[in-house]
């Protein structure tokens, strides 16, 4: 067991120094410390005030009162208090977790953890701070990284919290709660008491109390250390390999927009598995705005369907995602971006927000000669063949047209395929359409019954401009 007399006020306060800004990056910043007014939240709030001649930055407290103890607003008033004696400016917000939980079927832990973050980074951005200070020490970190170990994980889960990750620092890791405890004591600062921390229903209780402790005790009596030191391996093996794959996700992309990521599968195969594992994972964050944090069901469910390599395979990612299996490419796309419908009216254009507009004309004149004006992207139709409102929208399942010129009907899934169009693009073409059938595939081909012949009287003009082209 650790010494609970081993560092004394001025040697802790000389390790959270060099942990705020060596490891934290922590100077001349504006810091809101998360103020529970539990222990690790008011020792935190206090080093921060006793170093900051040294960090050279501004400091206030933020507590979120989440309504679900007896005592919860006697916390914000001690909260409240504490910051007024120090003369810190202190910011609160009360959430409500219990409907949160109900509302989205989740656990009263994690949905209080959910609008505690959401409240904080509201009181970050709305006051301009730059980084917001997290109360989790060593012993969390053990706690964490046992947990993830115990439900299974992978680097990542092993390497448990960062001192820094974006605007958020931990500058209490490099210590233990032994410590943390002896120096309040020794400073004679009060804090307040949780009860639910002693709740062993909640996992992490459960670790914290039952089995960590027994670890130390028939195990390894530095288990902690030991947890601690895994992290950190973890954490640095997880850096490397993150910038490893990294540069290899730039090398494979060979296409890339805010709704698709398409990568060299023929390249892909030339990398350790490992960075191929990292590299998806990667891709999937990106492509997702890191709503999805992929797990090793979903890269093995990707790895696999590339082995099988048969074109066409979708692999569903979260429900909004999906990786595509097409001709030497791996696509990652935003699923519910790839359905369009638009009104296009004369004299106006509409446009994708991937960067094509179609534009259609005022009626026109028959004196127009379309084999001296028609291109690929520039199409002229008979306006009287045109029946009802003119849409713009993706490819359907089903859709059929008459091909200029090929005398007969053909499924324009056939036809794309024909013209060894990329499965991941066909239902990016816009298709331009009337309540009777399909005018034009952008780009691509004039269905024959809109043609312009010798006894058209009016003329549509539909042009198509893409970004790419």
């Known amino acids: 067991m650790r010494n609970k007399d081993t560092m004394d006020i001025s040697q802790l306060q000389k390790t959270f120094l060099s942990t705020l800004v060596q490891k934290c990056a922590a100077k001349n910043e504006r810091i809101l410390v998360a103020f529970s007014g539990g222990p690790d939240s008011v020792v935190l709030l206090h080093l921060l005030a006793a170093t900051k001649k040294h960090w050279q930055g501004e400091l206030a407290a933020a507590h979120i009162n989440h309504q679900l103890r007896a005592d919860a607003d006697a916390d914000e008033n001690f909260c409240r208090d504490m910051c007024a004696r120090e003369n810190i400016p202190f910011f609160s917000a009360s959430v409500k977790v219990e409907k949160f939980s109900s509302s989205h079927k989740l656990s009263i832990e994690t949905a209080a953890r959910e609008l505690r973050y959401q409240a904080l980074n509201r009181i970050l951005l709305e ?94 009596p530095q288990i902690r250390e030991s947890l601690n030191k895994l992290a950190q391996i973890s954490y640095d093996a997880e850096t490397c390999l993150v910038h490893l794959a990294k540069d290899a996700l730039q090398t494979l992309t060979i296409e890339e927009n805010e709704n ?121 139709v008979d306006h009287d063949k045109i029946t009802g409102a003119i849409r713009v929208r993706n490819l359907r399942t089903g ?45 691509y081909q004039l269905d024959e019954r809109y043609k312009i012949t010798g006894q058209t009287t009016a003329i549509l003009k539909i042009e198509f401009k893409d970004k790419d082209l």
């Not at 680097?155 to 931990?170: C, D, H, S, V």
């Not at 994708?352 to 026109?364: A, D, F, N, R, Y």
Request: with cysteine; hydrophobic share 40%.
């Open 127 to 220: 006051q301009k701070f730059t980084l917001l200070a997290l109360g989790h020490h060593a012993d969390d970190q053990a706690e964490t990284v046992l947990g993830n170990l115990v439900r299974g994980t992978g680097l990542r889960g092993l390497a448990g919290m960062p001192f820094k990750y974006k605007n958020r620092i931990r500058p209490l890791l490099a210590l233990h709660s032994d410590e943390i405890l002896t120096w309040l004591k020794k400073c004679e600062i009060p804090y307040r008491i949780d009860k639910s921390n002693v709740d062993t229903r909640f996992r992490r209780n459960d670790i914290r109390h039952n089995l960590l402790p027994r670890l130390e005790r028939e195990f390894n």
């Open 260 to 380: 698709k990521i398409v990568l060299d599968i023929e390249r892909f195969w030339h990398y350790f598995v490992i960075l191929q594992q990292y590299a998806l994972r990667l891709a999937i964050e990106k492509i997702s705005k890191n709503e999805i944090r992929p797990n090793f069901s979903d890269i093995e469910r990707i790895l696999t369907s590339l082995r099988t390599n048969k074109i066409g395979t979708q692999v569903p990612l979260h429900g909004k995602w999906e990786a595509l299996i097409d001709r030497d490419v791996l696509v990652f796309r935003e699923t519910a971006s790839l359905d369009f419908n638009f009104r296009l009216k004369k004299g106006n254009a509409v446009r994708h927000k991937s960067g094509w507009q179609i534009q259609l004309s005022e009626t026109l004149p028959a004196e127009i000669d379309p084999r001296n004006h028609a291109t690929p992207f520039i199409q002229f």
């Open 399 to 443: 859709d059929k047209f008459y091909p200029l010129g090929l005398g007969g009907k053909k499924s324009i899934s056939d036809y794309f395929t024909d013209r060894k169009v990329a499965l991941h693009k066909r239902r990016e073409i816009p298709i331009v359409a009337c309540d009777d059938g399909i005018i034009w595939i952008a780009g």
